[in-house]
């Protein structure tokens, strides 16, 4: 990582108030060049705290766009941090036009050229795109890192028209301690306790909205840019990593955009900038890269970017399975169209006669992070205790290596004796001495084999063939290593369990998988620069006992056949912040199940959040509780928020409710 301490342009920050149409007034910190003439600006807009939470990754980057000639903006939405007004849903109505407002002020500001671009990084890199396919007149580029077009089939609350149990818990939990958290008396002044009761008033935790709609109804529809991709005239470069969940977004931006507005790339990251080092690697000079795409569509100036392959995609090679990499191997490939000339679908015929699928419970423990962030316990470890646990179909790899890069598809014809269930498919790469590591994998709840628009009952005792995509990868398989496809009728946390679940019968005669196979072809050369960023912020991370906690811990109680999986989801512990912020932040993850009971589960998520300012007396506590499990016909939801200042409770609320399963 070089950190860069000289840039062309003198910089200069201030803290602003955005006014809105409504006169709500939004938090923001501006860096501009000193300079004479106007620049474009640059927007991050999202609800994570400025002058706190992402206050050390702003440092990375924003000073950094402003020192090449850009006023680089981060606004907090309405009513987090220290902006005005009440928090609301994620991606709802008002925080898109809020955004699209923010848009409007910065092109009107006599510093602006009247020329705006966008990026973020999940929840920013949502709406951007989101803003964009709105199409207000300044906004002429975006960079989405980590960003979904569809927010039903690919954000964190269902996969495949199942319910997300391990995310969509984690994530609603999380946000309701992240939207109690107030604002900071020294920037707000003395009103910050006036408006921080009245937010809490406001908060209804995320899980009920959530979990009412369990198919692809309007709800999800809103904001999910794939329902038209023409609404978006802003150039688009749309990122992500291979071990992101969010990755098969760049597959479709890069195949439904023109040509001419949109360029993808996907390297082998987790859920980060690809510049900030975090594993897995390497690591590429983003910032740069993206410097290229504002220059290309803001300035004018012609940098090359739009003469760059419409996808640059990393291909990992075989690699043994591990819990973290620093640097994984393979090397970078460019497509000029999407689909590629060069990919074909190649079927393998899985072929065995009929088997029975009726994996354990607790098949699952062994996925890894839904959302891996760098940590050592986030990726999966080998796949061989959960293949033991589901049919498995080997296909030896001969001659010369298969390389792919896509999404694979499979087609299984099932027969069920129930009316609800869920099928997943693995597809892992098992080496010469057995190891088994995780490529990639998909999910089918089976009552939305007909569309995630609906829930159709499966025929008791018929059989069907269903078929569904896995998450896209660019991976090589060695020769002497086998593709294994891995089935199973449980993956417990990620998904939750159908009410009543007994498995499938599994024809295996009738079903497939097709790989997208990549043909050997010249590549273009590509790339990147070293990683580099501006001068780091200045937080002090003091070390903690509950940090020695591990990141992720099974339990296994033999004697209940119950086990239980402890998840710390280390965003970001301890820090002391430079102006005297002290914020610490404790989270604990459980996820609990018995071997044969598919109502056994149950999530729960603990959240502690202090804000501590000594030379001002300052001293909040935010404790989150919340609590999933269900019944063969609904959902039951417990959370609880208790804030306190100066040890003095002044907020307690719980919340219990009954959520029908409709389809989850």
């Known amino acids: 990582m070089h950190i860069r301490t000289t840039f062309p342009y003198e910089t200069v920050r201030e803290d602003v108030r955005v006014p809105l149409p409504d006169g709500t007034l939004l938090y923001a910190r501006i860096w501009r060049p000193v300079t004479e003439e106007p620049v474009p600006a640059l927007l991050e807009y999202l609800p994570y705290r400025l002058t706190d939470w992402t206050a050390p990754r702003d440092w990375q980057r924003h000073p950094w766009y402003a020192g090449h000639g850009y006023a680089s903006v981060r606004v907090d939405v309405r009513g987090h941090g220290n902006s005005e007004g009440m928090p609301g849903d994620e991606y709802d109505a008002t925080e898109l036009a809020d955004g699209v407002a923010v848009v409007h002020w910065l092109a009107q500001q006599e510093w602006c050229s009247g020329r705006v671009g966008m990026f973020g990084i999940s929840w920013g890199g949502f709406n951007s795109l989101q803003i964009a396919a709105l199409a207000p007149e300044p906004l002429k580029a975006v960079v989405t890192v980590c960003s979904t077009d569809d927010r039903y089939d690919n954000d964190v609350h269902y996969m495949g028209g199942s319910v997300l149990g391990v995310d969509m818990h984690a994530w609603a939990a999380t ?3 992240f939207v109690s958290r107030p604002p900071d008396p020294a920037h707000v002044g003395a009103d910050w306790k006036s408006m921080w009761l009245e937010r809490l008033e406001k908060v209804e935790p995320f899980i009920h909205t959530w979990l009412a709609h369990q198919t692809r109804d309007a709800y999800w529809k809103h904001g999910s ?27 479709r ?16 990251w987790s859920h980060q900038y690809p510049d900030r080092g975090l594993p897995p690697g390497p690591s590429i000079g983003f910032l740069q890269e993206t410097l290229r795409w504002w220059d290309q569509h803001l300035k004018d100036e012609d940098t090359g970017v739009m003469a760059e392959p419409l996808l640059r995609s990393w291909i990992s090679a075989s690699h043994r399975p591990a819990t973290v990499y620093e640097t994984l191997p393979g090397r970078w490939v460019g497509d000029d169209s999407w689909p590629s000339p060069n990919v074909s679908p190649v079927t393998y015929a899985l072929g065995g006669g009929p088997q029975t699928v009726d994996s354990p ?36 790899v001969e001659g010369a290596p298969i390389e792919i890069l896509g999404r694979p598809r499979v087609t299984l014809r099932i027969r069920m004796d129930v009316p609800r269930g869920q099928v997943i498919a693995r597809l892992c790469d098992v080496a010469p001495d057995g190891s088994s590591t995780l490529v990639t994998r998909g999910a089918l709840n089976l009552s939305a084999r007909h569309g995630r628009d609906r829930a159709v009952d499966w025929p008791v005792g018929a059989t069907e063939d269903v078929t569904f995509e896995l998450n896209g990868i660019g991976h090589t398989f060695p020769p002497g290593h086998r593709i294994r496809l891995a089935v199973s009728s449980a993956y417990w946390p990620w998904i939750w369990p159908q009410p009543g679940s007994v498995g499938f019968t599994l024809d295996a005669d009738g079903s497939l998988v097709e790989l997208p196979v990549r043909r050997a072809a010249a590549e273009p050369e590509i790339r990147f620069g070293e ?13 903690t006992l509950d940090e020695q906690r591990p990141e992720r811990l099974v339990v296994r109680d033999v004697a209940r056949g119950e086990w239980r999986l402890e998840v710390d989801p280390r965003y970001g512990g301890t820090r002391v912040y430079p102006d005297g912020l002290e914020f610490t932040e404790d989270a604990l993850e459980t996820y609990t199940i018995q071997e044969e009971d598919p109502l056994s589960a149950r999530t729960r998520s603990d959240w502690t959040i202090r804000l501590h300012r000594p030379e001002m007396a300052w001293d909040v506590r935010i404790e989150t509780r919340s609590e999933i499990t269900a019944d063969a016909d609904d959902f039951v939801t417990s959370d609880e928020v208790v804030c306190t200042e100066g040890g003095e409770v002044v907020f307690h609320r719980t919340w219990e409710k009954r959520i029908p399963r409709t389809a989850g």
């Open 175 to 177: 946000m309701l301690a």
């Open 361 to 396: 419970q607790r098949t699952g423990l062994d996925a890894g992070r839904f959302f891996p962030f760098g940590n050592d316990a986030d990726l999966p470890p080998d796949q061989r205790d959960e293949d033991a646990k589901s049919a498995c179909f080997e296909f030896p």
């Open 253 to 268: 931006l890069v195949e439904h955009l023109p040509a001419d507005r949109v360029r993808g790339l996907i390297g082998p």
């Open 531 to 543: 990683p580099e960023q501006s001068e780091p912020l200045g937080v002090v991370y003091p070390a």
């Open 225 to 251: 840019v794939c329902e038209d991709y023409s609404a978006i005239r802003a150039k688009v470069l749309a990122v992500g990593g291979w071990h992101d969940p969010y990755r098969d977004t760049v597959l």
